[in-house]
């Protein structure tokens, strides 16, 4: 009896063990924005893209499992031109198709992998994003570099290696709202 118990409680382990869930969540915040930074009527219109190699933003690359590569469920480049036009519509910005500002944003590096190199569990994290303003054939291109790294002596989850993710990237938006530059460049001064 006691075989059958250790060698189920073994399976079930196993099994286990190697389950990680088919997508992420990214949810990078953006805190509330002051109003009246620019003039009324200014429009701009925001757009994203994705230049990674891959899809995926999580990799999980521990020894004697598979690599496991983990996209978000919607595409990063999508819902960081989403917050921030959220952010510039707070401070008075209006979104239109047709203006003639533009706001590029450029995913070029966007990953949590988790591996497990001796005894600890080792998390990294890096995020490069590019940020281009286009203003009347004027442009303003910037980028935001952010790097993490955690150890751990228990495996972290999912959620964990989308806080890295998540701290970085809201560091970033709110850094690019706050950028005197870009407000300046969306305002023709450059």
């Known amino acids: 009896m006691k075989k059958i118990m250790l060698l189920l409680s073994a399976i079930l382990f196993v099994g286990c063990a190697a389950s990680w869930p088919q997508k992420a969540n990214l949810n990078p915040v953006v805190d509330d924005q002051l109003d009246g930074f620019y003039q009324p009527g200014l429009d701009v219109s925001i757009d994203g893209q994705d230049e990674r190699a891959g899809s995926q933003i999580i990799k999980i690359a ?3 499992s ?8 919607v595409s990063p480049h999508v819902l960081l031109a989403e917050r921030l036009q959220d952010g510039f519509r707070q401070q008075g910005l209006a979104s239109g198709n047709q203006s003639n500002i533009t706001i ?8 949590a992998t988790l591996t497990k190199p001796g ?5 990294n994290a890096k995020s490069r994003i590019k940020l281009t303003v ?3 054939g004027n442009i303003l291109n910037k980028e935001y570099n952010r790097a993490s790294s955690q150890d751990s002596v228990t495996r972290p989850d999912i959620h964990d290696l989308e806080v890295l993710l998540n701290e970085q990237l809201s560091e970033i938006m ?3 709202l706050a950028d005197n530059q870009i407000r300046g460049a969306i305002k023709g001064q450059f």
């Open 104 to 111: 590029s944003i450029v995913v070029e590096e966007l990953q």
């Open 66 to 73: 598979p690599v496991t590569l983990i996209p978000n469920q």
């Open 119 to 123: 005894v600890m569990f080792n998390a």
């Open 134 to 136: 286009t203003n009347n």
């Open 62 to 64: 521990l020894p004697e």
């Open 174 to 176: 709110a850094q690019a």
